[in-house]
T-cell receptor, first 114, second 118 residues
Framework: KQEVTQIPAALSVPEGENLVLNCSFT??????LQWFRQDPGKGLTSLLL?????REQTSGRLNASLDKSSGRSTLYIAASQPGDSATYLC?????????????FGSGTQLTVLP | GAGVSQSPSNKVTEKGKDVELRCDPI?????LYWYRQSLGQGLEFLIY????????KSGLPSDRFSAERTGGSVSTLTIQRTQQEDSAVYLC????????????????FGPGTRLTVT
């Protein structure tokens, strides 16, 4: 059974710092990996999607990497801002099975202090 | 609308009552998913619909939970005889099903329905 772990569970940094969020998964047979952002009381906003054949994706100040063989992904946030405060979730999509549902980590709660 | 919509946004119900949660996927998305986000449990998959195929119900926690998708678009998740442990945020997502390697299974999520069973 696929298990996804995110470390740390919570992180607090001063504004302007660069930071890295970590995600690991136990089964490397994935189709893709998505990073999401969730604000309190809100749904999920997709940030980046990395296909299994890709190594990284970038969007603005965000960069996500994928090392499928070691079961790891990182989300790098450059020059953090208070507006980045949210819970960040990573999720992997299975490459087998008809549903191809996402398996989620428990998230990292990020607080960027002004 | 451009995104996935869900209704109601909040629902408070008494233990033992039935509830229905609605999801309107993005137009043209043939795949639809329901997930549940509980305190201490994280986000878990419940059920998947793809076109006219039989749904994948492997994530439903009990037979009190059921879902249907009418006309390949709107979906309703029904919870019968609600229990306090059913309290959670129920999220719906939709995606395309790729027909070529250039497309992806990227899922787009709705804002969720917060269910509270008292």
């Amino acid at each position: 059974k696929q298990e996804v772990t995110q470390i740390p569970a919570a992180l607090s940094v001063p504004e302007g710092e660069n930071l890295v969020l970590n995600c690991s998964f136990t089964d490397s047979a994935i189709y893709n990996l998505q990073w999401f952002r969730q604000d309190p009381g809100k749904g999920l906003t997709s940030l980046l999607l990395i296909q299994s054949s890709q190594r990284e994706q970038t969007s603005g100040r965000l960069n996500a990497s994928l090392d499928k063989s070691s079961g790891r992904s990182t989300l790098y946030i450059a020059a953090s801002q208070p507006g980045d405060s949210a819970t960040y979730l990573c999720a992997v999509r299975l490459s087998s099975g008809s549903a191809r549902q996402l398996t989620f980590g428990s998230g990292t709660q990020l607080t960027v202090l002004p | 609308g451009a995104g996935v919509s869900q209704s109601p946004s909040n629902k408070v119900t008494e233990k033992g009552k039935d509830v229905e949660l609605r999801c309107d996927p993005i137009s043209g998305h043939t795949a639809l998913y329901w997930y549940r986000q509980s305190l201490g449990q994280g986000l878990e998959f419940l059920i998947y619909f793809q076109g006219n195929s039989a749904p994948d119900k492997s994530g439903l926690p009990s037979d009190r939970f059921s879902a249907e998708r009418t006309g390949g678009s709107v979906s309703t998740l029904t919870i019968q005889r609600t229990q306090q442990e059913d309290s959670a945020v129920y999220l719906c997502a939709s995606s395309l099903v790729p027909s070529s390697g250039a497309e992806t299974y990227e899922q787009y999520f709705g804002p969720g329905t917060r269910l509270t069973v008292t």
